[in-house]
């Protein structure tokens, strides 16, 4: 359990693609960056099932993310590195059905799982459709990662 001097870990974790992934991952990054919650907050991007894989530089460049700022050359399966599960505080998927299947895995027990879906309150859901273009996916994250990341550092540890 951290205490307010640790880190806190979150494993990103996507299952749309790798690029989804990499984009969920790099703009809570850019978000905690901006926030100043750098030194206290730590991501680890990873994908389940298709989520995992390669990246294409190319497509994200167009959507306008940085991938050298992201979890690197591509999203590591999280069903082959089960650790970066286990070894995080707090995990963050994009909607409720990824949460769903990851609160029965045993790595995640007594994790808080946050699903971006979930965020903006009464205005609606942050992502309307995991498999909307990318360019309407990069504008629903960037809507929803602050109020996201507002409720990582707020939770008590």
Known sequence: MNTSSQRLHVA???SQSPDRSAILAALLLDSIARHGWGERVEVVGA?????AG?????ALSA??????SGPGAGCPDIEAEPDTLEESDAVVVATGED???LITWPEADGK????????????GWAILDPRSP???????VREGVPLLLRALVAEPR
């Open 54 to 58: 390669p990246l294409n530089a190319r």
């Open 99 to 101: 949460a769903d299947l």
């Open 47 to 51: 994908g389940l099932g298709s989520g």
């Open 63 to 68: 959507a306008g993310i940085d991938v050298t």
């Open 112 to 123: 808080q799982i946050f699903a971006l879906s979930d965020f903006l309150g009464e205005d």
């Open 12 to 14: 990103v974790i996507g």
């Open 134 to 140: 990318m360019a309407d996916y990069v504008a629903q």
